[in-house]
């Protein structure tokens, strides 16, 4: 018989009034089991043991067990204790129970773990907000067909300092092709993002971005307006004119909605990715780049889907094409006598080597410029190295001889400028004494204010 203070409910308290009065004979079986809504068989049990044990018979018998299935005390002060780490602290509750199993092999259901999680008081740095209904594009069939490309603005370093993460992601399948990060959005992130997706999967064959003027011109839409004024011709982009080189169509999105995969993408990785790069003590940009070569896989691993077509859609890149002249800034520049040309404010000079005699002067040559070639020049086919041009020598101004004072003819008069005695005037010219002031003052004007510099004094 159990023994100690024993709690009933306010239904097991009523349940025990009926089977006592049933014992009593106040009610029959029959009476009983339609109150209680059990069986009669069931009725003469419950008798039976209140008889035996009292009112402890109407209490479960595991209610005072713990159950066999529950976590135990110490696995919990285990997770208690990783979760008030450095990084874990940051992680979602989905993305913790990920990093339980795989740096700890604590294997622990999510129900289990948000109310281990939820009973310490703790809250999930991402919580799910109100479902808007909207309706959705279909996905591509093959997987290459489409590339979403964007970035996104955040902390990822846990510094304090925002910095851009470019990236792109499949629309067939979900699978993030590729991740750089940059200071901010810029031309070289996406050439990153483009170089690493070609080199793991291949060239897609469209993307769909923004309207981000490093994908078009601001001039575009003015262009093709109706009453565009004549002359506005939209130019090309340092990035359009490469991916057009490759063969990929660029796609620009009127909305963030239109780009919805890679905007929950960014929505994923900023719940993820910091905690990520806290964990493992990652604090710059570079050491962050190395570690996205391969966190790609881990994401695809656990969010890609399979495409509705089995057929790939990313081409391999031809062997004849150097990706490192596509990707990177072109311009045209033309070549003086000397193969020197000027760039971004600097002189630079074709290094000498086969085929570069044959240069013409004045020759309309494109500037390569990136980190991985530094400045090439390209003619027709050929490429060339280049090197700064050396300086041209600063011109030395000799000082000119000074002017030695001549003594006058004996047989002259004082004034050098004095005209002979009863000569005429020409018509116009000033009475002889004027004349005189005018060259007096032409000759004789200070260094300082002549016409020209260099220009010396006659006296």
Same mark, same amino acid.
């Given at each position: 018989?159990?023994?100690?203070?024993?709690?009933?409910?306010?239904?097991?308290?009523?349940?025990?009034?009926?089977?006592? =009065?049933?014992?009593?004979?106040?009610?029959?079986?029959?009476?009983?089991?339609?109150?209680?809504?059990?069986?009669? #068989?069931?009725?003469?049990?419950?008798?039976?043991?209140? #008889?035996?044990?009292?009112?402890?018979?109407?209490?479960?018998?595991?209610?005072?067990?713990?159950?066999?299935?529950?976590?135990?005390?110490?696995?919990?002060?285990?997770?208690?204790?990783?979760?008030?780490?450095?990084?874990?602290?940051?992680?979602?509750?989905? *993305?913790?129970?990920?990093?339980?199993?795989?740096?700890?092999?604590?294997?622990?259901?999510?129900?289990?773990?948000?109310?281990?999680?939820?009973?310490?008081?703790?809250? /999930?740095?991402?919580?799910?907000?109100?479902?808007?209904?909207?309706?959705?594009?279909?996905?591509?069939?093959?997987?290459?067909?489409?590339?979403?490309?964007?970035?996104?603005?955040?902390?990822?370093? /846990?510094?304090?300092?925002?910095?851009?993460?470019?990236?792109?992601?499949?629309?067939?399948?979900?699978?993030?092709?590729?991740?750089?990060?940059?200071?901010?959005?810029?031309?070289?992130?996406?050439?990153?993002?483009?170089?690493?997706?070609?080199?793991?999967?291949?060239?897609?064959?469209?993307?769909?971005?923004?309207? *981000?003027?490093?994908? =078009?011109?601001?001039?575009?839409?003015?262009?093709?307006?109706?009453?565009?004024?004549?002359?506005?011709?939209?130019?090309?982009?340092?990035?359009? #004119?490469?991916?057009?080189?490759?063969?990929?169509?660029?796609?620009?999105?009127?909305?963030?909605?239109?780009?919805? =995969?890679?905007?929950?993408? @960014?929505?994923?990785?900023?719940?993820?990715?910091?905690?990520?790069?806290?964990?493992?003590?990652?604090?710059?940009?570079?050491?962050?780049?190395?570690?996205?070569?391969?966190?790609?896989?881990?994401?695809?691993?656990?969010?890609?889907?399979?495409?509705?077509?089995?057929?790939?859609?990313?081409? +391999?890149?031809?062997?004849?094409?150097?990706?490192?002249?596509?990707?990177?800034?072109?311009?045209?520049?033309?070549?003086?006598?000397?193969?020197?040309?000027?760039?971004?404010?600097?002189?630079?000079?074709?290094?000498?080597?086969?085929?570069?005699?044959?240069?013409?002067?004045?020759?309309?040559?494109?500037?390569?410029?990136?980190?991985?070639?530094?400045?090439?020049?390209?003619?027709?086919?050929?490429?060339?190295?280049?090197? +700064?041009?050396?300086?041209?020598?600063?011109?030395?101004?000799?000082?000119?001889?000074?002017?030695?004072?001549?003594?006058?003819?004996?047989? =002259?008069?004082?004034?050098?400028?004095?005209?002979?005695?009863?000569?005429? @005037?020409?018509?116009?010219?000033?009475?002889?004494?004027?004349?005189?002031?005018?060259?007096?003052?032409?000759?004789?004007?200070?260094?300082?204010?002549?016409?020209?510099?260099?220009?010396?004094?006659?006296?």
């Amino acid at each position: 018989m159990k023994t100690g203070v024993i709690s009933l409910t306010r239904d097991q308290h009523d349940k025990l009034e009926i089977i006592n =009065r049933a014992n009593a004979g106040f009610i029959t079986v029959k009476e009983a089991a339609e109150k209680l809504g059990f069986s009669e #068989r069931q009725i003469q049990r419950l008798k039976k043991e209140v #008889r035996e044990n009292g009112p402890a018979a109407l209490v479960h018998k595991n209610s005072n067990q713990k159950p066999a299935c529950s976590i135990p005390d110490n696995v919990k002060k285990t997770i208690l204790n990783i979760r008030t780490r450095p990084g874990y602290k940051d992680a979602n509750f989905k *993305h913790f129970q990920e990093l339980l199993e795989t740096g700890f092999g604590i294997s622990i259901s999510y129900s289990a773990l948000y109310r281990l999680l939820k009973a310490e008081g703790l809250k /999930s740095p991402k919580t799910k907000r109100r479902f808007k209904p909207h309706r959705r594009r279909k996905r591509r069939p093959q997987a290459g067909s489409l590339v979403q490309l964007d970035a996104s603005p955040y902390d990822w370093l /846990s510094s304090h300092e925002n910095t851009s993460l470019h990236g792109g992601i499949d629309d067939a399948t979900g699978q993030v092709t590729s991740l750089y990060l940059c200071k901010n959005e810029c031309l070289i992130g996406y050439f990153e993002v483009m170089r690493r997706m070609i080199g793991a999967y291949g060239v897609p064959d469209s993307v769909y971005a923004d309207r *981000h003027t490093i994908f =078009r011109s601001p001039n575009e839409d003015k262009a093709r307006a109706v009453d565009a004024p004549p002359g506005v011709q939209p130019h090309e982009t340092q990035f359009g #004119r490469a991916l057009g080189e490759l063969g990929v169509k660029i796609i620009a999105a009127r909305s963030p909605q239109a780009k919805g =995969r890679i905007e929950r993408l @960014w929505g994923t990785l900023q719940s993820r990715l910091p905690v990520e790069l806290a964990i493992r003590g990652i604090q710059d940009m570079d050491s962050a780049n190395e570690f996205l070569k391969a966190y790609v896989f881990a994401i695809n691993s656990e969010f890609a889907v399979e495409p509705q077509d089995s057929d790939n859609a990313f081409l +391999p890149l031809d062997g004849g094409i150097l990706l490192d002249h596509i990707l990177c800034v072109k311009e045209q520049r033309t070549l003086d006598h000397g193969q020197v040309f000027s760039y971004n404010g600097k002189r630079f000079q074709i290094t000498k080597a086969s085929y570069t005699d044959y240069l013409p002067p004045k020759a309309k040559i494109t500037v390569m410029a990136s980190p991985y070639i530094g400045i090439r020049a390209a003619y027709l086919h050929y490429v060339f190295e280049t090197h +700064p041009a050396p300086t041209k020598s600063p011109k030395i101004d000799h000082p000119k001889p000074a002017l030695i004072p001549v003594d006058p003819h004996p047989y =002259r008069s004082d004034s050098p400028w004095e005209p002979k005695t009863g000569l005429p @005037w020409q018509p116009g010219l000033p009475t002889y004494k004027e004349s005189l002031e005018i060259i007096h003052e032409i000759f004789t004007r200070p260094y300082s204010s002549s016409k020209k510099k260099g220009q010396y004094a006659a006296c």
